[in-house]
């Protein structure tokens, strides 16, 4: 069966984005995600920039979404109405997403929401931590920090948040259809791999 919807996550520095991107051109696929956080601060009537933090941000309460979340609580459940409100807009936008037509969804808990769609094809893109430091030094420029350090706090950020929205860990094989290590393989082959996977090759 060919596969119209594709969730990839990955780890940051892997180049899923990138992958992702790709696979979306060559297939005519549509592509989501940034997009997803404007669609999610429409949907939910929150602002975009607390919706960007919570996507960033989530479960860690000495943060700033903490004091956002807290600030545009509704009555009693602050906290909870926030973060139940931003993840029913988004588990909602990329169910419409998904049944509008053939995409590739990055990020988002998207394998979680569309984890029972037959048509889906989850995907996790991840390489060793030598690879990912060079790249994201290369993509994304010297910050100052040491590139290790970036790595390890972003992942961080992207396995609380996903654990939020859906209770399962982050990376968790089990989770999805496929892993490739882009490290290993490189991008080209990641691509080809998702493609072929698709089309039911």
């Not at 919807?5 to 051109?25: D, K, M, N, P, Y």
């Not at 029972?116 to 030094?137: P, T």
């Amino acid at each position: 069966m060919e596969k119209r919807v594709i969730t990839l996550s990955r780890e940051f520095g892997s180049g899923g984005r990138t992958i992702a991107h790709r696979v979306a051109e060559q297939l005519g696929y549509a592509y989501y995600d940034q997009e997803l956080i404007l669609k999610v601060a429409k949907e939910s009537g929150l602002a975009e920039q607390i919706v960007e933090k919570y996507d960033e941000y989530a479960t860690h309460k000495n943060s700033l979404l903490y004091a956002l979340a807290l600030s545009a609580g509704a009555g009693a459940g602050g906290t909870l109405s926030f973060v139940s409100k931003v993840q029913q807009a988004q588990a909602k936008i990329i169910t419409d997403l998904a049944d509008k037509g053939s995409c590739v969804i990055v990020g988002r808990g998207g394998d979680y929401v569309l984890r029972d769609r037959e048509d889906a094809l989850h995907v996790f893109i991840h390489a060793d931590m030598q690879f990912r430091a060079q790249r994201v030094v290369s993509v994304y420029g010297d910050n100052g920090q040491k590139p290790e350090q970036r790595l390890r706090d972003k992942d961080e950020r992207r396995k609380l948040y996903y654990r939020s929205f859906t209770m399962r860990e982050w990376g968790d094989v089990h989770n999805y259809d496929i892993a490739l290590d882009s490290g290993r393989l490189g991008l080209d082959a990641c691509v080809e791999a998702i493609i072929t996977l698709v089309k039911g090759e």
